[in-house]
């Protein structure tokens, strides 16, 4: 599998002005309260979270990511996945993210232990945009401002993206067994031009619940909670 990650400091501090990140919430979540399925939003930037697997759970947590001490962003909570990502029925664990234009996504995330190594993997319209095998290997320690040893973990951007939903995979090692992941945040930076709203207006969807079955309606057209289309 192919590492995709550019990191320079320029083009961090040269896209931050037009980024939305989706972090998770500002309270603690457990597994038992997380629910079957949450949306999180940042502007047009929406991500579906699918737990009828009910594994998922958000927990505090400071985590650093980035090139150096200097450039670093600090977590305050984190996506806690509980296992790797599934579509079989009744147990569906997932992740599906829709951008509002062409650009590329910056993931925060780490393996799900200090010694595991779990794939990552995004996909729009079944073409890889990402793949990499997160390790805490990969991270840098640096110094801070008291002169601190401090670790900082690399962040993953995708290939180019056009506007659409991109699925996610995520949890397998080279074995193929599965294991959890830590999501800290999602980040879309949009193409040179493609300006984008940087509000919290959420997409004009609504839900309905037909035989026990979540359905989201958005423009006419409606989605199941992994978001394939349904009749």
């Known amino acids: 599998m192919k590492k995709i990650f550019f990191l320079a400091a320029a083009m961090w501090a040269a896209v931050t002005m037009n980024a939305q990140r989706i972090e998770f919430g500002d309270a603690v979540v457990a597994a038992a309260d ?26 505090a947590n400071k985590t650093k990511f980035g090139t150096s001490f200097a450039d670093s962003w600090q977590s305050t909570y984190r996506l806690k996945t509980g296992g790797a990502s ?4 009744g147990k569906e664990l997932g992740l599906r993210l829709y951008v509002p234009s062409a650009g590329v996504v910056k993931v925060y995330a780490r393996s799900g232990g200090s010694s595991a ?7 729009q319209d079944e073409t890889e945009v990402l793949n990499v095998m997160l390790s805490d290997e990969d991270a840098i320690t640096d110094t801070d401002d008291k002169g601190e040893s401090v670790k900082i973990f ?3 951007t995708s290939e180019k993206v056009a506007e659409g939903y991109i699925d996610f995979e995520f949890g397998r090692d080279e074995a193929n067994k599965g294991g959890g992941m830590y999501i800290y945040a999602f980040e879309f930076v949009p193409e040179e031009g493609q300006g984008i709203e940087n509000t919290t207006t ?5 839900k309905i619940v037909e035989n026990g079955q979540i359905i ?16």
Request: aromatic share 10%; hydrophobic share 50%.
């Open 154 to 156: 690399p962040i993953y």
């Open 86 to 89: 599934s579509v079989a029925e």
């Open 202 to 206: 959420a997409f004009k969807a609504h």
């Open 34 to 59: 997380f629910g079957t399925e949450k949306v999180f939003t940042n502007g047009e930037v929406e991500l579906v979270a699918t737990n009828v697997a009910k594994k998922m759970s958000i927990d």
């Open 117 to 123: 190594i779990r794939n990552f993997i995004m996909k």
């Open 216 to 231: 989201i309606v958005r423009d006419g057209v409606r989605y199941n909670a992994l978001g394939a289309v349904v009749d």
